[in-house]
DNA sequence: CCTATAATAT
DNA sequence: TATATTATAG
């Protein structure tokens, strides 16, 4: 790991692919072979596993144990689509789906479960040389994000250099606003006036979190370590011109909250398996210390290279050195049961259980202020700017992360997004990861209400759509919507903006709004899976194993995919998708 | 700063 | 209508 990891923490080492730990999973035994073969020659760690359901049990043991999974799409036990999702949502990875099938739809139902790339079989050295990429670029965005939070932002440049930026991916995912890029948001103005400065005002005009500001949230808090914050100093690390402090604590009470709700779900659990911690520290105080703090005061840079300043993982690693090894996979909850379950079926009786936070991306409301794209744009964009003018530079869309307590934890170690636990608390004090609850608790649904840019393309307006999707549930029958990407997604499970797109267009329920435009961003995108899904198609990118190289064929691929997708198909179809998603 | 509660939004 | 999110009061 080690190697692994400073291979991906300095991209310049020219050990950098080499040591990617590549979790293969296919029922054909001979693709097995020969996939391990290929992989290893590439230098990759490989592990292979001929069952789905293996597969997930080897990710949740040793959760910072792989960079990326490359999964066949037909498998008895599980469907592949199901393991991409779950994995995405567990443990954040990179996929790699491959079939023999290159049909269309499959590829994009793929893509759409977030899959990075859709590789067809016979799969060649070329295509398994830059899988790193993926992994890479995820890496990337994360570092972007945390970025924010620090000053250093050479790294960020650095890497830049390698790789477009979200903006690329995004846009062409949307489909939208391909050659402007931004669209402009025209109407922070209207908005803005209104409500900030006068009092005369009655209210104030209601934040809506987006997954964007509750990330930048979630970094400070993280930054400061939970118990430490108050909205005060959230409020500062945030740098949101026009959040007032108000709006934090309001927010800051809702995450507690949630966090503690969250985990109340995993004492039960935990008690049912029999194990029962002591948890049942009443839940405000649990909330409290709920993940954070552990995580949270590390933020050194000497992890630079990596980490890009987020303390994340701390925690692990105090109480269990081996974090590598899984410790923290949590056996109660019985990542099999559930797991396996039907997504679907826990969606529907989920979709609007309670857990989630919710978090939107766009906006149609004229007077709600939606910070999301704060970050995104360009300072000249920033909407409230008047209050501040402040605009962080920094603020970069990525992706959405996820929610709260994952969020962009970059393991220190190795450099692959671990989730981090809310619970650390508990786990020092027990160590015993068992206690634990299973990530995938963690994984919490969000409902992500995005705005697309109201492509002008259709001349429809953007509207918002939702769609909300089960993750799993680790233990019990819980269940949680993983998240409504209606837009998009999440991180990688989430949908291709394609689809969010049409869905928009066709849920346009506020269509009046056509003017919004403004933004959006373009950003949510998974930035691992649109280009990738292009590449197939374009192989000459492959070779490259130079991360340096990277750019240019993403580049590439982005204009091809404008290109392809400038003329969305039709958008009729994609709604359905969309809401069905995830589901399957 | 935190909690409780009202006001809104979905 | 029931719930969830956010604003406000205490």
Redesign the pocket.
């Known amino acids: 790991m080690d190697s692994y990891s400073n291979g991906f923490s300095s991209p310049r080492a020219e050990a950098f692919p080499a040591g990617l730990r590549v979790l293969v999973v296919d029922d054909d035994p001979t693709w097995l072979k020969i996939l391990e073969k290929m992989l290893k020659k590439c230098s990759y760690e490989v592990t292979t596993c001929c069952l789905a359901r293996e597969a997930l049990d080897l990710l949740r043991e040793r959760k910072d144990g792989f960079d990326i999974v490359i999964s066949d799409v037909n498998m008895p036990d599980m469907d592949g689509f199901k393991l991409l999702e779950h994995v995405g949502l567990e443990m954040d990875l990179p996929v790699i789906m491959m079939s023999v099938d290159g049909e269309t739809s499959r590829v994009m139902k793929g893509v759409q479960h977030g899959a990075c790339d859709y590789l067809l079989k016979p799969i060649r050295m070329k295509e398994l040389k830059n899988i790193w990429q993926h992994v890479f670029r995820k890496k990337i965005h994360e570092v972007r994000d945390i970025e924010g939070l620090e000053s250093g932002i050479e790294e960020f440049q650095m890497m830049r250099n390698g790789i477009s930026d979200q903006s690329d991916d995004g846009f062409s995912f949307c489909g939208g606003d391909l050659n402007s890029g931004r669209k402009r948001k025209d109407f922070d103005n209207k908005h803005d006036d209104k409500n900030f400065g006068d009092p005369s005002a009655?209210?104030?005009?209601?934040?809506?979190?987006?997954v964007d500001l509750h990330q930048k949230f979630v970094k400070a808090v993280n930054y400061m370590g939970f118990d430490k914050?108050?909205?005060?100093?959230?409020l500062e690390l945030m740098n949101v011109p026009w959040l007032?402090?108000?709006?934090v604590?309001?927010?800051?009470?809702?995450y507690?909250?949630?966090l503690s709700r969250l985990q109340k779900d995993n004492d039960l659990k935990a008690s049912h398996g029999g194990i029962k911690q002591s948890t049942d520290a009443t839940s405000?105080d649990q909330a409290?210390n709920l993940g954070f703090k552990n995580s949270i005061n590390i933020k050194h840079n000497d992890v630079a290279n990596t980490n890009f300043g987020i303390p994340k993982n701390t925690v692990i690693q105090n109480s269990n050195p081996k974090s590598h090894d899984g410790v923290v996979s949590s056996p109660d909850l019985g990542p099999k049961g559930p797991l396996v379950s039907d997504a679907h079926e826990i969606q529907k009786a989920t979709s609007?259980?309670?857990?989630?936070?919710?978090?939107?991306f766009g906006t149609?409301?004229l007077?709600?202020?939606y910070t999301t794209f704060s970050s995104a744009l360009p300072p000249q964009f920033s909407w409230n700017r008047e209050h501040k003018p402040q605009i962080d530079p920094n603020n970069v869309f990525n992706h959405l992360s996820l929610p709260d307590l994952d969020q962009v934890q970059v393991n220190q170690k190795t450099f692959l997004p671990s989730y981090p636990t809310p619970f650390n608390k508990e786990r020092d004090k027990l160590t015993h990861i068992k206690a634990m609850p299973p990530r995938a608790t963690e994984c919490i649904s969000l409902?992500i209400?995005q705005q697309m840019p109201g492509e002008n393309t259709f001349g429809l307006n953007p509207v918002q759509s939702?769609c909300s999707t089960t993750a799993f549930n680790p233990s019990e029958s819980i269940t949680r919507t993983a998240w409504s990407s209606k837009d998009q997604v999440l991180d990688h499970i989430s949908v291709s903006d394609l689809d969010s797109f049409n869905g928009n267009l066709i849920l346009g329920k506020n269509s009046a709004l056509t003017s919004l435009n403004e933004n959006f961003p373009p950003c949510l995108l998974p930035e691992d899976c649109s280009p990738t899904y292009f590449e197939m198609q374009n192989s000459d990118f492959s070779d490259s194993n130079n991360p340096g190289l990277l750019l240019e064929p993403s580049m590439y691929l982005y204009d091809s995919l404008k290109f392809d997708y400038e003329y969305p198909c039709d958008p009729i179809e994609y709604p359905v998708m969309d809401q069905g998603l995830f589901i399957a």
Do not use: C, F, M
């Open positions: 009655g209210k104030r005009t209601r934040v809506v979190w987006t914050v108050g909205p005060k100093k959230i007032t402090r108000e709006n604590a309001s927010h800051l009470q809702k507690r909250l949630y405000r409290g609007s259980s309670g857990v989630g936070l919710h978090y939107s149609p409301d007077d709600t202020k409902n209400r939702e």
